[in-house]
């Protein structure tokens, strides 16, 4: 039964859509972030959107479908370039009951792929596994398969078990008519050592996913300490996971034509640094512009304190200051 719209007038203004912008595993992608800043699951060491406020299980209605969908429409309108629409963003997508709707419709509305990143946690429920069935691609993430180690990266909600989880991917495996792409993040001393690196190995084949797409730091993480394996770590790996298909993710290569979707640089810098750090070559992707241009900006943005630079490894990226 549907459950009463008791939404705040001011979710009505709200912007649910970001982008396009370049993603290192998506190409193109028009983000479509329907979770409340920072709504999830986890609290993972590593996550680039700082540190979880709302950890909950709670699945519950955060947006109003028609209101999304609406400006989805008006962003792919006249846009030439975009690979995904993308459920993602500052929170987990799956925490939203109306999920399984917005993406039906989007199906309903334009042949651009849809796809969703998701922590997979919630798998393990049958409703959330029927609301992602439409998507064209899910791209779930497993840090971890034994509880100490899981604990350690994802400090998960209190009410979550792994085995579970894990459980809940096999299902969704098999259920599923879709792509998926199982996302696994190594980050050094916490989930690097033989033997767990062996037990996710094992249990990815049993998950049996189109893909694995190895990643380590290269954004600012949510709690200082954490530290990227070196490369070499993970080229052994796609050579040792050979019942696998196994790459290691890199950043999107620039594309020249691409349209920013709002009209106004200073506004969309502002937009898509909110989300997610980027660097300027992001930026440059993102907008089309030089980059000569794009320091114009950053220069009056860092000035009137709206944008910080942040160093991580041989990378600056620009974020917002937070008030
Ligand atoms: S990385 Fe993803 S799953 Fe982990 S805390 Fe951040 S938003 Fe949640």
């Keep these: 039964m549907p459950v009463p719209y008791k939404l705040p007038t001011y979710a009505l203004m ?26 999830c699951t986890l609290d993972c060491l590593y996550c680039e959107c700082g540190s979880t406020s709302e950890l909950t299980l709670e699945r519950k209605r955060f947006v109003d479908p028609g209101v999304v969908l609406e400006q989805i429409k ?5 846009e030439k370039y975009i690979d995904y629409i993308t459920f993602s963003g500052a929170g987990e997508p799956t925490l939203s009951i109306d999920i399984g709707e917005i993406i039906t419709r989007i199906k309903g509305m334009t042949d651009i792929p849809v796809a969703v990143l998701t922590n997979g946690t919630l798998l393990y429920l049958e409703e959330v596994r029927r609301d ?18 899981f604990n350690k990266i994802n400090h998960p909600h209190k009410e979550l078990d792994i085995h579970r989880i894990i459980q809940g991917l096999i299902d969704f495996r098999k259920e599923y008519r879709g792509k998926i792409w199982l996302e696994i993040f190594i980050a050094k001393s916490i989930n690097d050592t033989p033997d767990e690196l062996n037990k996710i190995y094992e249990t990815a084949k049993k998950i049996n996913p189109d893909k694995v797409q190895l990643n380590s730091l290269d954004r600012p993480p949510a709690y200082e300490g954490v530290e990227a394996v070196d490369i070499e770590t993970l080229e ?27 009209k106004n640089l200073e506004n969309n810098i502002l937009n898509t640094i909110k989300r997610r750090p980027l660097t300027v070559e992001d930026l440059e992707a993102l907008t089309g512009k030089s980059r000569g241009e794009l320091f114009k900006y950053i220069d009056i943005l860092e000035k009137e304190k709206k944008v910080k630079a942040q160093v991580n490894g041989d990378k600056i990226f620009y974020a917002p200051v937070r008030k």
Excluded at 74 to 78: F, K, P, R, V
Excluded at 132 to 149: F, H, R
């Design 14 to 39: 709200i912007k649910y859509i970001f982008g396009p912008v370049p993603s290192r595993r998506l190409g193109i992608s028009l983000g479509v972030d329907i979770i409340p800043y920072k709504t």
């Design 74 to 78: 008006e962003a792919i309108e006249g």
């Design 132 to 149: 992602l069935a439409p998507a064209d691609l899910v791209l779930p993430s497993l840090d971890a398969v034994t509880p100490a180690v």
């Design 236 to 262: 052994r790996l796609v050579k040792e996971w050979k019942d696998l298909q196994v790459e290691i993710t890199t950043r999107t290569k620039r594309r020249e034509e691409i349209v920013s979707f709002s």
